[in-house]
């Protein structure tokens, strides 16, 4: 890919993963962000958090459906830090203006409500992949270790599901089509997996040609 290319798509990435962050700003800013701005902040940027991880997540699967799309791989990391800085916005959000950084009621309301306990789980697997993404800490990790270490995403991305799922009302479905999105990827990995085996193992079972 040309760099030129490259450079008008990080751009129009960046643009796209600031642009719910605009509107809550712009929203805030004029005084618009409807009955009940602290949720719209914290729905705003929770859903965001989710999207992103998951579209980070899809990067590789899709790389894998043809050689040309290689060069994706160059915004996962970009999506991957968006993530988490939606996931941190979402985070003070509820720190600062759920909670006014009452520590005790935190903590009380985390033992107690089972969807805040899975979105700090979720929010804390998310600080070491953040903090493992440059490239030193690849170096310093090696890149087997590294690539243990961010297979958390998964996880991450799984309780920021179930949280959603305990976040909604019984009988709202808004969270389906992120988890239909997500168990395709998951499958992904175990499909490619094993039929790269099963193309191996026709490979050393057909014989050479002339024998
Ligand atoms: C410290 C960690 C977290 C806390 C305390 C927290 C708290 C909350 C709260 C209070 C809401 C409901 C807002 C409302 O109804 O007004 C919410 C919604 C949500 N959160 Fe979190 N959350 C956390 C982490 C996360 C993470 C890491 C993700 C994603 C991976 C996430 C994804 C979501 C989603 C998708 C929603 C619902 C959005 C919608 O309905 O459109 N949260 N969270």
């Known amino acids: ?3 030129s290319t490259l450079i008008a798509l990080k751009t129009l990435t960046w643009v796209a993963c600031l642009w719910p962050m605009g509107l809550l700003v712009y929203g805030a800013a004029t005084n618009n962000l409807g009955p009940d701005p602290t949720s719209k902040l914290a729905l705003t940027t929770g859903y965001n958090t989710l999207l992103l991880l998951i579209l980070s ?8 459906l ?3 799309l290689n060069w994706l791989i160059k915004f996962r990391r970009l999506l991957g830090l968006f993530a988490f800085f939606y996931g941190t916005v979402h ?5 600062a203006l759920y909670s006014n950084f009452d520590v005790s009621a935190m903590l009380d309301d ?3 409500r089972k ?3 899975i979105g700090v789980v979720a929010w804390l697997l998310l600080v070491p992949l953040a903090a493992t993404s440059t490239n030193w800490a690849i170096r ?3 890149g087997k270790n590294w690539n243990r270490l961010h297979k958390l995403v998964y996880v991450a991305a799984v309780c920021g599901i179930i949280h959603y799922w305990w976040q909604v009302k019984t009988g709202v479905l808004s969270p389906l089509r992120l988890t239909v999105v997500l168990a395709v990827l998951l499958a992904a990995r175990p499909v490619w997996t094993l039929s790269q085996k099963w193309m191996k193992s026709r490979k050393t079972a057909m014989p050479a040609p002339g024998d």
Do not use: C, E, H
């Not at 997540?57 to 894998?64: D, E, H, M, Q, S």
């Not at 985070?91 to 720190?95: D, G, I």
């Open 57 to 64: 997540l899809a990067i590789t699967p899709v790389r894998r």
């Open 1 to 3: 890919m040309k760099r």
């Open 91 to 95: 985070m003070l959000t509820y720190v």
């Open 115 to 117: 969807f805040i306990t």
């Open 140 to 142: 310093k990790l090696g």
């Open 110 to 112: 985390i033992a107690r």
């Open 66 to 68: 043809s050689p040309r």
